[in-house]
């Protein structure tokens, strides 16, 4: 799987926070990093990490999960009690189970060990993109009124039945692009590029854990019912109401 950017990628002095424990690795994403336009600074470790966010914050973190001490997931949920920063995480090559989590837990993106780094410098940039063009890639600030379900395109918020669902900037955009066209069938490539950008077109991965983060939540709110419907290797539909059967969070992810 690999991320093309659109174009040459040159940063506008973004500060990105690397948060990696091996000396070496972290002074070789920080290089490319600075290639790139960027203005990188290292954390060693998890409380350097805190006190780096809350003393200078940055415009986007790239997080190793596993640390000393304070690790990445106690870093990432601190850090999303206040602040909607990019998180991008870097994980075990293979470990679905940390991709789920991590994305659940409020990272934007992950990149997986061992590091392709013009991967991670276009997943980088895409990420600063969608930071720049807000919670909605498409700027629609309208609320979405249907049976069962409402999204306040200005605060950003989602109930169920008239109950909160705290969702991530990512699960939200998603949402929001599926919800637009109710009972549409919405292409992966069309969902990816909305979302992600347009390097992720063909990043189904990405997609179908997001997805699932999403049901799960949905599932929580309103057990039993079906929001987001599979069209198996094409993409997804949103069912207004939510179709009674199958609950989400136990559905298929396709
Ligand atoms: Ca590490």
Redesign the pocket.
């Known amino acids: 799987m690999s991320v093309r950017a659109p174009g040459p990628i040159a940063g506008n002095g973004e500060r990105i926070l690397v948060v ?3 000396p070496a ?1 972290a002074e070789l994403i920080a290089l490319w990093l600075e290639r790139h336009g960027w203005q990188p600074r290292i954390a060693p470790d998890g409380a350097h990490a805190l006190r780096a966010v809350e003393e200078d914050p940055p415009d986007l973190i790239v997080l ?5 001490r304070v690790d ?1 997931w106690h870093v990432m949920e601190r850090v999303r009690s206040h602040s909607l920063v990019p998180i991008i995480v ?1 994980t075990a090559r293979g470990s679905e189970a940390d991709k789920v989590r991590g994305l659940a837990t409020g990272a934007d993106d992950y990149v997986t060990k061992p590091l392709s780094f013009p991967e991670l410098v276009a997943r980088v940039a895409a990420a600063l993109r969608r930071a720049r063009g807000g919670p909605v890639a498409n700027g629609d600030a309208a609320t979405i009124d249907l049976p069962g379900i409402r999204i306040d395109g200005q605060g950003h918020r989602v109930e169920v039945d008239g109950l909160a669902v705290h969702l991530t900037p990512t699960e939200y955009r998603l949402l929001r692009h599926l919800a637009a066209r109710p009972g549409a069938l919405v292409a992966r490539g069309e969902l990816l590029v909305a979302v992600w950008g347009s390097g992720y077109r063909e990043d189904h991965h990405l997609l179908r854990v997001a997805i699932r983060n999403l049901r799960a939540k949905l599932a929580a709110t309103a057990p039993g019912r079906r929001f987001i419907e599979t069209e198996y290797g094409l993409g997804y539909r949103f069912a207004a109401g939510g179709e009674p059967g199958e609950a989400d969070g136990a559905a298929s992810d396709g």
Do not use: I, R
Request: glycine share 10%; proline share 9%; no cysteine.
């Open positions: 990696e424990d091996e690795f190793d999960l596993s640390l000393p990445g870097v």
